[in-house]
């Protein structure tokens, strides 16, 4: 197992000084999950990494802030954890550290008491055999090196297949949200579920158990499959194991969802926030009602609240963009908006419409005019909402092109005060 050495390097030498600490406390390390499982699959790792400690985690952490100045960003020693945060490379890295644990769950869908446990059993509660494989880290001739490797469900020999295999029957009655970490998985790495454990998910569904989950989990779920790369295998895994209208009723996946999720995969936004732009993606075709019930169900962070009441409105707007417009016209239609409503429009829309929309964020909303209110008072002007009046006049001869320079704009004012 070659693991070690496919670590980025700024990366590894974090973790050597880390593993150092942590021998020198008598307390051994696990790198587990997420991590083990991108780097086996050569992708890039996520900022967030698990370690498994065998040895008292709040020492190490206390350690880790004290002397290689780790920032604590939690604790809670009732059940073993703590996250400490680094900058590594120019950004942050947190680790989550994690006393090995067994996890009971008192009821379905609850979050689980957790007791002390070893590592296999650890590994036994995790969700998929993708992410429940750990590698030893050890310092040998104060180098960062492999140790003991644990692979119990033959999680590498599943990735190499790209299967996505639940390590247990109760899995998902445990935990629904690994419906929806499945998909993203599933979307994110290409990979496709085993026999037995499509027949779970099935099972899954049919029992009804997301409804088990509170709103707020399914929503912190969702809100992390937005951020996601590939929205539109998300969508089809969804649907394909008939999970889409048990989140988002009324949510297809059409050719037209499919043709503008494609749009925006192959030019993302750079200047949003992408997850609510997806968001505004997936509902732009839902009906009035659908979208009014979404809102109703999920504590909706403002942003998207905001966002999924704009829809309708810019649904509309949609087909009036495809007609003859004047540019101070398009200026009047989109000015309302917020910059995440016309990122949508744009890749919801085609042709003209599409143009305008990125036309106008580009080029018409940071227009500045030649003359500003003060400027305005000065040619006579009085303090009041005549200004105001002018200004929105003279940006509109400004956009259609009737004014130039500031020259033109002061006359202009001039004779229309
Ligand atoms: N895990 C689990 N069941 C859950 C959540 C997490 O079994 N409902 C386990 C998995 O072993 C997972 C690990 O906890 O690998 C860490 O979870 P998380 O950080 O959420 O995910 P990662 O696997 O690190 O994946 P990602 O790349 O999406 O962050």
Known sequence: MKLIPLLPSPLSTLLERITLLATNQGTA????GGVIRDLLLGVPLGRDLDLVVEGDVAALSAALVAELGA????AHPEFGTASVAFVCDGAEVVFDLAR??????????????????????DLGRRDFSVNAM?????????????????????????????????????????????????????????????????????HAISQGYLSLLTPERILGELCLALEEPQPLRMLAHA??????????????????????LARYAAHPPRRVPVGQVVAGLFVYDLAAADLHALSQRYPLPSPFARLFSEIPRLRDLGPQLQTDLRPSQIDLFLRPYSDVAIHVLHYAETGIAAQRAIHYLEQMRPLRLPLDGRDIQRLGVAPGPAIGKILAGLRTAYLDGVIQTREQAEAWVINNR
């Open 239 to 260: 649907d394909a194991w008939e999970l889409t209208p048990q989140i988002v009723p009324g949510l297809h996946a059409t050719p037209h969802l499919a043709a503008r």
């Open 71 to 74: 920032n604590l960003r939690a």
């Open 134 to 202: 750990a590698l030893e880290l050890r310092i040998v001739d104060g180098h960062l090196r492999a140790g003991r490797w644990h692979d119990p469900f033959a999680g590498q020999a599943d990735l190499s297949q790209r299967c996505l295999r639940l390590l247990h029957q109760q899995s998902l009655r445990d935990d629904p949200t690994r419906l929806l970490r499945g998909v993203r998985l599933a979307a994110r790495l290409n990979l496709h579920p085993d026999p037995a454990t499509q027949i779970q998910i099935r």
């Open 29 to 32: 390390l696990w790198l587990v």
């Open 100 to 121: 090995a644990r067994r996890e009971v769950y008192p009821q379905p869908a609850v979050l689980p008491v957790v007791e002390p446990a070893t590592l296999e059993e």
